[in-house]
């Protein structure tokens, strides 16, 4: 264990070389003794020791309790005032700084030690105890942060599940109050807006069941073997359905197979490639993009950030440091706003632009927690009235060809 360091502050060199010797042979280090207030700020800025010895009387413009006052401030070093004058007005001023201690000259040596020793003592304590108010006052906030969360959720899935819910009831009441007069069609035409809604709500209910796992722990990642070419070729195929005026594209790629969370990966590629579907009104082409990135990135770089925070067009990429599987999704939609770009991956967020295109601003949310739970990272560029490219890294593991088969 080493020495505690301590600082002397005296001006008189004579006492002050007795004062060290005393602390040396207690078993203390000093680490400088100094003369003056302005000196004594100095070297605990620079030494940062455990203990100041302060002299309340000191030779220039700065007394020991200015000092003590200026070091306080500064930096948290308990003080020991030592001096020959105990009057009430000097004891009053040197209450003001909080010191550790007050020795009155002259002193035995055992005297020093306790007046150390319980000042240390105390600083210790004193810090624990700030130390433990700092993480209950954190712990507070973060329970009150996720009770926001949790009524903010809430209240956002019951306003989210009262259309589709309105539209299953007012379809209802139809079918009950025409049952005898409306046309077949007309039935049906009802019983279809029925069916819609319930997908709707089905739909909503999933993803926050999604979400709600991911957040509690209790999804976990599994990754198998995936012919990524076929998978991503048959997710395509399913999209385009229904999608005539948008180009689903799988850029060709040398990339083939890896191992992944098929389920995650699915979640992932389809969230995105629906969202640049859906804020695309105008159609155009979707692309998807697979490349393998080497550790370091080699003579490339993807663009991507390690967390929403960063996500601000050209600033605060990193450099990927492990072999990566790169999926690249790029739309010719309206593009996302860059003020609003670093919370695209809230729950239930959606962007002012998109006030007239339907969506519950939930489908980013969950393409974040599928690329978290497979140690991954996301990032967007994006331009107003251009388009959107969603970057996503994940862990590559390459697919043997026995592990293939």
Do not use: W
């Amino acid at each position: 264990m080493s020495p505690i360091k301590i600082l002397v502050v005296e001006d008189e060199v004579i006492v002050a070389a007795d004062i060290a010797g005393r602390l040396k042979k207690l078993g203390y280090a000093v680490i400088a003794t100094v003369v003056s207030g302005e000196e004594a700020i100095k070297k605990v800025t620079e030494e940062r020791p455990d203990l100041v010895l302060m002299d309340i009387v000191l030779k220039g413009e700065m007394d020991g309790v200015t000092a003590a006052e200026k070091i306080r401030a500064k930096v948290d070093v308990p003080t020991i005032f030592l001096t020959a004058y105990a009057d009430d007005k000097t004891l009053q001023r040197a209450k003001i700084t909080d010191p550790f201690g007050y020795i009155i000259k002259p002193f035995q040596q055992n005297d020093l030690r306790v007046a150390i020793e319980i000042a240390l003592h105390r600083h210790s304590i004193e810090a624990k105890m700030r130390e433990s108010l700092k993480v209950s006052e954190a712990t507070r906030e973060s329970l009150a942060e996720k009770s926001h969360r949790q009524n903010q959720y809430i209240s956002m899935a019951a306003h989210e599940l009262r259309n589709p819910l309105n539209a299953i009831l007012i379809s209802a009441e139809l079918l009950k109050i025409d049952r005898t007069r409306s046309s077949d069609e007309s039935q049906v035409k009802t019983l279809r807006l029925v069916h819609s809604a319930t997908q709707k709500m089905n739909q909503l209910i999933d993803d926050m069941l999604f979400v709600g796992r991911a957040e509690s722990g209790k999804l976990k990642c599994n990754p198998f073997p995936i012919n990524l070419v076929e998978f991503c070729q048959e997710l395509l195929a399913q999209l385009q359905l229904g999608n005539e005026a948008h180009k689903l594209t799988l850029i060709p790629s040398d990339v083939t197979s890896a191992i992944l969370d098929q389920q995650l990966l699915y979640c992932i590629i389809s969230n995105l490639i629906v969202n640049a579907i859906k804020y695309s009104p105008n159609g155009g082409e979707v692309s998807l993009e697979l490349e393998y990135l080497q550790a370091g990135g080699g003579d490339k770089e993807a663009i991507f950030c390690l967390s929403p925070e960063c996500l601000i067009p050209n600033s605060n990429f990193t450099k990927i440091n492990s072999p990566s599987l790169i999926i690249r999704i790029r739309d010719e939609g309206i593009g996302i706003p860059e003020t609003e770009v670093g919370k695209i991956f809230e729950m239930f967020y959606r962007c002012k632009n998109t006030e007239r295109i339907k969506g519950n601003g939930l489908g980013l949310t969950i393409v974040k927690k599928a690329v978290d739970l497979q140690g991954g990272a996301i990032g967007c560029e994006s331009k107003i009235g251009i388009g959107t490219t969603f970057t996503v890294a994940l862990p590559y593991i390459a697919l043997s060809s026995k592990s293939h088969r």
